[in-house]
Structures are given as C-alpha cells and as structure tokens.
C-alpha cells in the first residue's frame, strides 16, 4: 500500500490546485457547519479570512445555514418575573460544548421583579423593578468578559387628554456590529377611534433615549399578548380589526393591511414574523392541527407553506395539564423565528418545538403548575450572526475577492 501512495510533492500539487482555485475553495467553505468553525478557517490565514468575511460569502453561507438555536428563556406565571433559560437539546458537539461553558443566568432574584424586553444576537434586555425604581440592563452571555450595558431610563409615558398608554415593547435592530433599541409605546384613544404611536431610539454608545418619531394611525390592539414585529424598516401591529397596521420608520407613515381572506387575528393562535429573507412580513396561524404560513410582499398574501401537525402531535403522547379532551385541540403559539425557521407552541403544560424546515415537532419543557400553564412567555437565543472575525490589519484588501 505505501508505493499507492502519492509522493510529498504530488499531495502538495494536488491540494495546491484545490485551495488556491477561489472558486472551489469558496464552494468548500460554504460547507462548514457552523459560525464557530468560520473563525477558526479565519485563523488559518489572511487570504482564508477574506473570503470568509466577504458579505456575499456570509450572505450565502447563512442562507445554507441559519443561525443554529441554543435554547430559550422562558417566563411563567402571572407576573412572568423570573425568566430562566432551557438549552435545546441535542446539540451538535462543538455547541453543546458552547452551552456547556457559559452561563445563561439573569441574576434573577425573587424578591424583585425581573423582564425580559428582548433578546436577539445574544444579548437581553432585562428590565429590574424594585418598588418605583427600574433598572435596564443587557447581557452578553457568549462574551461574559464584555460585562453588562446598563441602559439609560426609559422615557416615561406622558399623560394625554382622551389618550391612555395602553402597551409598549422595545425591539431591537442591527447596526454594524452593534445594536440599537427602538422603544415602542402606544397611546389610545377611550373611544378606541385612533392611536398614537411614539418611537424613541438609543444608538450604541448614547446616553438618553432620542425622539425619533411620533405618528397616529388606525387603532391598534391594547392585548399584552400582542407582539410588534420589525422588518425591513417597518413595525407590523396588530390593529383592533381584522388588520394589521404598519408604521414605515423611514417614510414616517402608516397604512394598513387586510389579513388574508378567511384568517382572524386571534390572541394565541396568530402571529408576525420578521422576514429577513424577504421584503415584507410573515404571518403563521395554527388551527384545528394546522399551520399555515402566509408572506405579505407587495400588496398581496402568498400562502407559502402548510403543515398538519396531527401526526406530530399524536406521536408525541403528552397528557395535557388542562385535561385529556382538551389535549388534542388546544394549541398556542408562543413565539416565532425570523423567517419563519420554527414555532414554539404550547400544549398545556408542554413546551413544543417545530422546526419548520426538517418538519419535526418535539417536546422541549413540562411545566409545572396550572397558572403557569397559562402564561408562558418564551425568547430564543440563537448563535451570534455573523460572526466576530478577527481583525486585517494593513490589508486594505479585506474585503476582495
């Protein structure tokens, strides 16, 4: 077998001719599994880390690979003050190791109130209250050594004639390698005939929130169960009618959508989702063991997608908390991917897991405890996208391909 072999030159030529072919290097790269593993190609060499830091390289590359899920926070019962993290298992070795050595703790403690506000590109917000005192802060926990951002106070609802604050939200948006904090918060009209809507923004490395838009629209729903989703420089919200109401950041305008023919925008069977891969937004409903999954782009709604989850739902066997008659059909979506890359529902006491691409549905929580069943707030925490290459120094070239 050892004259088989090729000789030290021959190999050499050989791998020469794949790795220095930037066309086929690229396509091999693009195999990697997982961020994480990006890096380490980076650390090979210059000429490595500029392909895999090109946006195009990164662009396809999460387009074959998204961002992989670690697991979940998740709030329960009426005050859904002390969120605590599950990881969802299995884990591919590499990131189970990252799991492994992190700590996902919010320093929650009974004795004062603990929220969550968002929680995206591995960092959360946390809200504190202790008495009238609020304190904001948020964690990194990928990267503990960057220790934590406390936040500035959030801007304080003004009292308007006719007008109540009915909710807010804060929503996140990705600027660079940072991200910026868009505080929502929405004043109604009593005779729920109209709604203002009021933006502030804090930008890496501000020190007070800034006004950054002031709007009436359509009236909107004062459900605290109701998400606002941001996509592509718009927020979707729910309006009190069969609609959807957007707010357009950068046209600083609002319009309305009709939800498609037949769908009700229900408390815990309907929800948006942001779409990255997309111009518009995603909208998923779950009834009678059905999910379908419709995208708003243009003016009109594409059906893109239809799963029945009977099969699912009847290989699992879970017995729901609320009673074995109920099990088969209550089911509630708890919180949706970007694009539409999986649905956590909720079954009684059970936490669920659908992966929207593989088609799979699995348990991933048993709760305890009949109130909790009922409030449940969850927040995915994925792998940080894209990741934190190390830097080129005196390589204009960075960027070439």
Not at 203 to 215: C, E, I, K, M, Y
Not at 252 to 279: C, F, K, W
Not at 334 to 349: A, H, I, P, S, T
Request: proline share 6%; charged share 25%; glycine share 4%.
């Amino acid at each position: 077998m050892e004259s088989e072999r090729q000789p030290p030159a021959a190999a050499s030529a050989a791998i020469s001719k794949v790795l220095d072919n930037d066309d086929l290097l690229i396509e091999i790269l693009l195999r990697v599994s997982f961020p994480t593993n990006l890096v380490r190609v980076a650390l090979v060499c210059k000429y490595w880390l500029r392909h895999v830091s090109n946006p195009k390289f990164l662009h396809r590359f999460h387009k074959l690979h998204p961002s992989t899920l670690l697991g979940f926070y998740i709030a329960t019962g009426p005050t859904l003050h002390a969120p605590h993290f599950v990881p969802v298992q299995p884990q591919p070795p590499e990131l189970a190791a990252v799991i492994g050595r992190t700590s996902f703790s919010l320093d929650c403690d009974q004795k004062v109130l603990t929220y969550i506000r968002d929680c995206r590109d591995g960092r959360v917000f946390t809200t504190r209250c202790k008495g009238s005192e609020s304190i904001h802060r948020v964690y990194n926990p990928l990267f503990p050594e960057k220790g934590m951002l406390i936040i500035p106070p959030i801007p304080s609802y003004q009292r308007q004639d006719d007008y109540y604050c009915c909710l807010s939200q804060i929503l996140s948006v990705k600027e660079g390698d940072d991200l910026s904090y868009l505080f929502v918060w929405v004043a109604s009209k009593k005779d729920r005939t109209k709604s203002m809507v009021h933006v502030y923004i804090l930008r890496p490395g501000d020190d007070v929130w800034r006004t950054h838009l002031t709007l009436a629209t359509d009236p909107l729903s004062n459900n605290w169960v109701t998400k606002f989703v941001l996509s592509d420089n718009k927020i979707y919200m729910r309006g009190v009618r069969s609609d959807i109401v957007v707010l357009d950041l950068v046209a600083s305008r609002s319009s309305t959508i009709r939800l498609p023919q037949g769908v009700e925008y229900g408390d815990r069977d309907t929800m948006l989702s942001r779409a990255d891969d997309a111009p518009g937004v995603y909208l998923i409903q779950v009834k009678e063991l059905q999910l379908r999954i419709w995208l708003h782009k243009g003016d009109n709604w594409l059906m893109v997608d239809t799963i029945s989850l009977v099969e699912m739902c009847g290989n699992l066997r879970i017995s729901d908390c609320m009673g074995e008659e109920e099990q088969t059909a209550v089911l509630w979506i708890k919180q949706v991917g970007d694009n539409v890359e999986f649905v956590f529902l909720q079954m009684g006491r059970y936490i669920l897991y659908l992966d929207i691409k593989c088609r799979t549905l699995r348990k991933v929580h048993e709760m305890a405890g009949k109130d909790q069943c009922y409030y449940v707030h969850i927040y995915p925490f994925k792998m940080i996208w894209p990741p934190t290459f190390p830097p080129l120094k005196d390589d204009p070239s960075r960027n070439a391909m």
